[in-house]
């Protein structure tokens, strides 16, 4: 897998007062046409040649700190999230390992399965509780405000063949999958069968939505996951109203009212 492009600073970034630009964001590329991006098709091919499978190679998440012992700055929702450090490298290797593990679907008329992957090194530095992380978004996916309202789809997680992929990676890494969109690793992105999210928003989130950060994150899984089933973007639609889920909530919101929800 080739390594993705690095930030010319240094390797991490503390948060607290830190902000990274935003860039523009249009269009929904395949993982055809992301050329050099780091990729994952199957859990085998998250490996080298002679390597166990990726997901049999996954290192074990760290355990998750009670509620008397949180991280500084972090909450009990930001553990429930897989978040264990403030801390947000800016790159890491770029190897993608396939969360184990698998859940059934609630009932519904049609069943969509979901794999999960992580930057290894995000699990590595001791950054992400990946089960935690997985267990999280798919609780968002089946919620009923979600793209599954009145039974019409729900989401299997399953670490086999999957119709939909659910990425999270560090800054440049999540550029490098976008590609060839510019999201300068602040922005998350649909690349083919695939939401990719940085970790960067994933423990930032974005100031419209203060501090609800499991609000914001509850709206970028179902973002990207509507892109993947082939929902567009839609207007903000001005102050004082709900944004839709589909708005750029991210580059924000100028006074719309934070939505994580298709179906709110």
Excluded at 38 to 45: G, I, K
Excluded at 74 to 82: I, K
Excluded at 190 to 206: F, K, M, N, P, Q
Aim: aromatic share 4%.
């Amino acid at each position: 897998m080739a390594a993705p492009h690095r930030f010319p600073a240094r390797r991490a970034l503390l948060l607290g007062g830190v902000g990274l630009a935003l860039a523009g964001c249009t269009g929904t590329p395949t993982a055809a046409s992301t050329p050099g991006a780091p990729t994952t098709t199957t859990p085998r091919a998250t490996t080298p040649a002679g390597a166990t499978s990726a997901a049999a190679a996954a290192p074990t998440s760290p355990a998750a700190p009670t509620t008397s012992a949180l991280p500084p700055g972090l909450t009990q929702a930001d553990v429930d999230a897989g978040v264990l450090r403030r801390e947000v490298p800016r790159s890491g290797g770029g190897a993608l390992v396939v969360v184990p593990g698998s859940s059934p679907a609630p009932p519904s008329a049609r069943v969509r399965t979901v794999r999960v992957e992580v930057e290894r090194d995000l699990l590595d530095a001791g950054l992400l509780d990946a089960t935690a992380f997985a267990d999280f978004a798919l609780g968002v996916l089946n919620d009923p405000r979600s793209w599954g309202a009145g039974g019409t789809t729900s989401f299997a997680r399953t670490d086999g063949e999957a119709q939909v992929r659910l990425v999270l990676a560090t800054p440049d890494t999540s550029a490098a999958l976008c590609r060839p969109l510019r999201t300068m690793g602040t922005l998350s992105c649909r690349s083919g069968d695939a939401a990719v999210l940085t970790w960067y928003r994933w423990v930032e989130a974005i100031p419209d939505y203060g501090e609800d950060r499991t609000g914001y994150r509850q709206y970028v899984v179902n973002h990207e996951i509507g892109h993947v089933l082939g929902h567009g973007h839609e207007p903000n639609p001005g102050p004082g109203r709900l944004a839709p889920v589909m708005a750029q909530q991210t580059k924000g919101l100028r006074g719309a009212l934070p939505n994580p929800w298709p179906n709110p």
